[in-house]
Structures are given as structure tokens and as C-alpha cells.
């Protein structure tokens, strides 16, 4: 069964930091672009951050400098490690991984950022 799983998510004050991670089973990473997206309430998925399958990073503007994403092909893992959090940030965030022909989403790990 292949699947993308995704953890990490809590709870933050503003100006913290969370990590999160996306784990794939079923299947290796190595020749898929990842991206993390996130849904507030009300509001529709973005995309907050993507890494290429030849490690090429892009960033939302409202997170650029804050949020970091990387990837552990040997572990199919891929990371979003988040600091200086803000209260806007606030959102399920969910892991896509896909290909010309596949595309697989996570469940999503809710993050809250309040004082």
C-alpha cells in the first residue's frame, strides 16, 4: 500500500519552532517532487514549500527565511522544519508527492501557533 504519512504538527507559540516530517511507504522518494501545502480554516490549500527530485527548494513568500525543507531519500523522508512561527501559520499541513503520471497526499498534521 503506498502511502505518505505525515507527523510532527502541535502546538507552537509565536516565534517557535516545529518540524515536521513526511514519510513514504510503499515506495521510495528518490525521483519524486515533494511539497508541503497547508489549509486554514475557511481558506483554501496552499502550497508553502516544495523540494524537486534534484533537490531544488522553492518557498511561499510568507514563509521564505522561516521555513526549511529537506529530504532523506535513504529514509524516504521528507522534512519541513519551521521556526519563528506566527499565529497565520496555523493550518493542517499535508505532504504531496508526485510524478508526471502519480500524485499521493498524506493525511496532514494540524499545527496551531498561539500565545
Known amino acids: 500500500q503506498l502511502q505518505l504519512v505525515e507527523s510532527g504538527g502541535g502546538f507552537a507559540h509565536p516565534g517557535g519552532s516545529l518540524r515536521l516530517s513526511c514519510v513514504a511507504s510503499g515506495f521510495t522518494l528518490d525521483h519524486y517532487a515533494i511539497g508541503w501545502f497547508r489549509q486554514a480554516p475557511g481558506k483554501e490549500r496552499e502550497g508553502v514549500s516544495c523540494?524537486?527530485?534534484?533537490?531544488?527548494?522553492t518557498y511561499a513568500d510568507s514563509v521564505k527565511g522561516r521555513f526549511t525543507i529537506s529530504r532523506d531519500n535513504a529514509k524516504s523522508t521528507v522534512y519541513l522544519e519551521m521556526t519563528n512561527l506566527k499565529r497565520e501559520d496555523t493550518a493542517v499541513y499535508y505532504c504531496?508527492?508526485?510524478?508526471?503520471?502519480?500524485?499521493?497526499w498524506g493525511q496532514g498534521t494540524q499545527v496551531t501557533v498561539s500565545s
Open positions: 523540494i524537486s527530485s534534484g533537490d531544488v527548494h
Open positions: 504531496n508527492a508526485r510524478t508526471v503520471l502519480e500524485n499521493y
